[in-house]
């Protein structure tokens, strides 16, 4: 039975990346909001995290900050140095803290929606409460914690390219966090609830083990 379980566990996992290197070569992974971009990549690695844990939610997540970089480096904006060490515009580079923008809140993502999610469900039982309040918090936290790297690793050359002074990039930075942030907060809460209660039977293994602890 364990076997059986692990091996639909596998499956969903292998169908989430696969979703997400989909996203990424597609129109629906990446969509331009002026010289910024919002994204749908944070969906899958939510589901990830809420059905099969936050080991799985991180691996998705994996998975999208390294399409990050690739999206970064083959179609730039503007401000793409700051998600790819592979790109640059004028005298602005992309670096180390690159990666760390393009990696890290995106493995934090998946991990964070799984422990809410077992959390919430150890709180209140409620499936469809658990589902929404994993998917709108762990998505507000990956999108500031993006911004705050991009103000504490590339303020001021962010604010450059960008053509408003350093005084005035926390504003437009939590400006995106209030817009783009929020849909895909909206958007991904919304199905994240669908599909989780429909996926959620498939592993049902991992939900009793984790209601065990």
């Known amino acids: 039975m364990k076997s059986k379980q692990k ?47 936050p080991g799985a939610g991180s691996a998705v997540g994996l998975i999208f900050g390294i399409s990050s970089v690739i999206v970064n480096t083959l179609t730039p904006t503007i401000t793409s140095f700051v998600f790819s060490p592979f790109y640059s515009v004028g005298e602005f ?27 919430m469900m150890k709180a209140t039982k409620k499936v469809n409460a658990s589902l929404l309040f994993s998917a709108l918090i762990s998505t507000f936290l990956h999108t500031t914690l993006v911004m705050l790297g991009i103000y504490f690793f590339f303020g001021s050359a962010y604010a450059a390219v ?10 437009l930075l939590l400006g995106v966090v209030m817009t783009n942030g929020i849909m895909e907060m909206v958007i991904g809460a919304l199905i994240v609830l669908a599909v989780g209660r429909a996926l959620m039977p498939l592993t049902k293994g991992y939900r009793k083990a984790s209601s065990a602890n």
């Open 7 to 53: 091996t639909k566990n596998m499956v969903l996992l292998a169908l989430f990346g696969c979703i997400e290197i989909v996203l990424m070569l597609t129109p629906l992974g990446y969509i331009p909001i002026g010289p910024v971009r919002a994204t749908t990549l944070h969906i899958p690695v939510i589901l990830a995290g809420v059905l099969m844990g």
């Open 93 to 119: 580079h992309g670096g180390l803290a690159s990666l760390v923008i393009a990696l890290g809140p995106r493995i934090l993502l998946g991990w964070l929606s799984g422990v809410m999610f077992n959390l």
């Open 162 to 171: 960008k053509g408003v002074a350093l005084s005035g990039l926390a504003a």
